[in-house]
């Protein structure tokens, strides 16, 4: 099970950081597992954010965000992060966390039900 939060509504401009709590069969293998951030905007497709290597070392990031976001791993806790730095309108979303997979969305087994992030200008 993943269980995303720290979603909200900011003005633009403004930081947020999203946590991904991981339990269950996510949460016994958590330190053997890649994860990722997706994110769907109203009326459009999910879209890859940001992913990291399952022991924390290397890191991907969608261009739309590449300076801005920041994704990090603890496996001690089970946790995984997304930094949200100088947020755009164009970031307002729901951001699932997901577990297994890489860049390709389908590459994942485990998806949690998703925060909301609202942006305004």
């Known amino acids: 099970q993943l269980i995303e939060s720290g979603g909200g509504s900011v003005q633009a401009g403004a930081s947020l950081r999203l946590s991904c709590a991981a339990s269950g069969r996510a949460g016994r293998t958590f330190s053997r597992l890649n994860m990722g951030w997706f994110r769907r905007a109203p009326g459009k497709d999910r879209s890859f954010v940001a992913a990291i290597r399952f022991e924390g070392s290397s890191t991907y990031y969608a261009d739309s965000v590449k300076g801005r976001f920041t994704i990090s791993k603890d496996n001690a806790k089970n946790m995984v992060y997304l930094q949200m730095n100088n947020l755009t309108s164009e970031d307002t979303a729901v951001y699932y966390c997901?577990?297994?997979?890489?860049?390709?969305?389908?590459?994942?087994?485990?998806w949690g039900q998703g925060t909301q992030v609202t942006v305004t200008s």
């Open positions: 997901a577990a297994g997979g890489w860049i390709n969305p389908k590459s994942y087994t485990d």
